[in-house]
């Protein structure tokens, strides 16, 4: 006597509650995620190779326009007292500069912030008189600081 397999009983899974819950999700991200501030005035930035990524904490951001203004921005955590409770908030600062007044400047911020784990990120427009870059850079050296990151474009490219 042959003997019949039995038929499976076909498994349906009802995918719409998870499809809703991917999407709630990815709503909630969206809504409360806060992005970067817009800069105060828009830098372009010249192109090179270089794939280095730049450091995330205890960067002193010193952006220069083709006007030759300078600004420099930092971020400070101070606290809070939100219903109660005291929580660390990061509140962005700008301050605007001279090649006279830059090493001063950021002499107050190192010492009022800090100290010498500081990490120094140039962004300069491409248009940027030469004069303000070689300024900047000797303002630097007099503080003693020589090393510092130059934000650019990256550029797939070679130059030939």
């Known amino acids: 006597m042959l003997k019949r397999p039995k038929r499976r009983v076909g498994i349906k899974i009802d995918m719409t509650p998870m499809v809703d819950v991917a999407f709630l999700l990815l709503i909630f991200y969206m809504?409360?995620?806060?992005?970067k501030p817009p800069e105060k005035k828009q830098i372009s930035v010249p192109a090179s190779h270089s794939q280095i990524d730049l450091p995330d904490v205890d960067i002193l951001n010193i952006s220069v326009t083709k006007e030759d203004s300078i600004y420099l921005e930092y971020i400070v955590k101070s606290e809070k007292?939100?219903?109660g409770k005291k929580e660390s908030v990061l509140d962005r600062v700008y301050v605007e500069a001279t090649p006279q007044t830059l090493e001063s400047t950021i002499a107050q911020?190192?010492?009022t912030q800090w100290g010498y784990k500081m990490r120094l990120?140039?962004?300069a427009d491409r248009d940027t008189r030469y004069g303000t870059m070689a300024s900047i850079m000797e303002a630097l050296q007099k503080?003693?600081?020589v090393q510092f990151h130059l934000v650019t474009d990256?550029?797939?490219e070679p130059i030939t």
Do not use: G, Q, Y
């Open 154 to 156: 990256f550029d797939s």
């Open 109 to 111: 911020i190192r010492a």
């Open 121 to 123: 990120v140039l962004k």
């Open 31 to 35: 809504t409360t995620t806060t992005f």
């Open 143 to 145: 503080m003693n600081i």
């Open 81 to 83: 007292d939100v219903k």
